[in-house]
């Protein structure tokens, strides 16, 4: 079993370069099998599990994917099927994200249901009320979920009962070959929805409004091939600016966008905090104890699910007590027992967590149960005193590239162990997906 070592105490000083972001970048390689003309090449591509995932979801239907130093080049011209198999869709469910595009270019496609995760149930109703506004026909059976429509998807106008960054996604990328204009209302506004909306418009598509409540797309008739970089990793940018809040620490993050970082920002600000901005990134210093804050997690642009764990792990040591409040997700707090295991004091009462602070954490042995509380985990170990073990460190590679050297640069004593099969593993996976060890 893979498990991560982190020796709490030290300080961290110097410059990290933020990742290409991994929820952007799912998307739009889902979003290149609507090119029937042309490669679509993709830059600052993260060397992630998950996009390992899903470049072998799109081989399974056939594309031809090859990734070479953070670029993957994705050829779609010809597919011989349009069924993503269970064996990738249970491995991540961002696989779903194919269906938009296989609907759109085929006329069908069927995908197995991607079911439940650690954080909570998901359900994709609204990706599935989209397509079926647009006339697709849904059936379900056998652990599949099958999509048809006769000729073209049709326009429509779509309101989504929750702004589902998902379902904005996957219903965008069907409506860009649909007949006619497409509205999508009560829209996801995600900065990763804008990467999207600008690679499918770089490929030919017509899209107004990505980043606003509603976005208006008018079908056309083909899409072809083209050059696009995905954006920096807001989530990996703010896990590392916490990295530095908790450890007292001054950390320059290369490539953080501040516009995408505001919710951010401005509670790592009410903490006390001292977050500079410029063109190229923030950095981040402490010069006083910090302060508890309340915070509540919400759709962009507010406070980040994806962020709600960090910011945990930062209530633990700061003054005083906050609220965390998890609005989006109903089962986002199985960090909170892990964090406990390390004696931070903190009490869930359905989706709120009360954070006591001033904990002194001590070193444990913990397990990651998702891939941001595994992040979260070791901010804590940062500080804790003594060694944290962690567990289940297959969460983690979904989501960060190579998190522990990134953090032994700026001089944290953190190690990774691998059992020697298991190394192995890796190198045939890589040997598929032609990656590059960069990580080795
Ligand atoms: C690959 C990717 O980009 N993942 C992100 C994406 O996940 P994902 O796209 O799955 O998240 P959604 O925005 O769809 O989910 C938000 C909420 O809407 C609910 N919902 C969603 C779809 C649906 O059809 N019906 C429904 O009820 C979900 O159960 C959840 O409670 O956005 C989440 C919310 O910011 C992030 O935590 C994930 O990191
Ligand atoms: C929940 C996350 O991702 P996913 O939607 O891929 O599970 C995440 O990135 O924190």
Not at 144 to 163: C, F, T
Not at 318 to 333: A, H, K, L, Q
Not at 338 to 359: E, L, Y
Not at 370 to 398: C, K, M, S, W, Y
Request: proline content about 4%; hydrophobic content about 40%.
């Amino acid at each position: 079993m893979s498990k991560i070592i982190v020796r709490g105490g030290k300080r961290l000083s110097g410059r990290i370069k933020i990742s290409g972001a991994k929820n952007a970048v799912l998307p739009i390689i889902a979003a290149s099998l609507l090119a029937t003309k042309g490669e679509c090449v993709i830059h600052d591509a993260p060397p992630l599990d998950d996009v390992m995932t899903i470049s072998q979801v799109l081989r399974s239907l056939g594309a031809r994917v090859h990734y070479y130093n953070e670029t993957i080049r994705v050829n779609a011209e010809q597919l011989d099927s349009c069924e993503a198999p269970y064996e990738w869709v249970r491995k991540m469910r961002a696989s779903f994200l194919v269906m938009g595009p296989l609907l759109a270019r085929t006329g069908y496609s069927r995908i197995a249901l991607p079911g439940g995760c650690a954080i909570g149930t998901r359900p994709i109703d609204q990706h599935l009320k989209g397509f079926e506004a647009m006339g697709a026909e849904i059936g379900l059976g056998q652990g599949y979920i099958e999509a048809r429509v006769k000729g073209r998807l049709r326009g429509a106008k779509i309101y989504l009962d929750v702004a589902s960054v998902g379902a904005t996604e996957n219903i965008m990328m069907a409506a860009t070959l649909a007949e006619g204009t497409t509205l999508i209302e009560n829209a996801a506004r995600e900065p990763e929805i804008v990467d999207l909306a600008n690679f499918l418009n770089a490929m030919g598509a017509r899209i107004r409004g990505a980043g606003t409540g509603v976005i208006r797309i008018d079908g056309v008739d083909s899409l072809q091939g083209t050059v696009h970089t995905v954006i920096p990793d807001r989530i990996e940018a703010g896990t590392f600016m916490i990295a530095a809040a908790i450890s007292g620490s001054t950390v320059y993050i290369e490539g953080a966008i501040a516009d995408h970082l505001r919710p951010v920002i401005s509670k790592l600000q009410e903490m006390g905090v001292t977050i500079g901005e410029d063109e190229n990134g923030l950095l981040v210093s402490i010069d006083r104890p910090l302060r508890a804050v309340d915070v509540k997690t919400l759709p962009y642009p507010g406070f980040p699910t994806d962020m709600q764990s960090q910011m945990m792990a930062l209530l633990t040591v700061s003054d005083g007590t906050g609220i965390v409040t998890e609005t989006v997700f109903e089962n986002r707090f199985m960090h909170v027992e892990q964090f406990c295991n390390m004696q931070a004091q903190i009490k869930v009462d359905g989706r709120t967590a009360i954070v006591s602070g001033n904990t002194k954490l001590r070193g444990a042995k913990v397990c990651a149960t998702d891939l941001r509380a595994g992040a979260a985990l070791i901010l804590a170990a940062l500080v804790a005193d003594g060694e944290t073990e962690i567990t289940g460190v297959h969460h983690i590679d979904r989501g960060y590239v190579d998190i522990e050297r990134k953090l032994r640069e700026l001089g944290a004593d953190i190690r990774r162990y691998e059992p020697e099969e298991q190394t192995e593993q890796v190198a045939q996976e890589m040997k598929i997906f032609s990656i590059q060890p960069t990580w080795a």
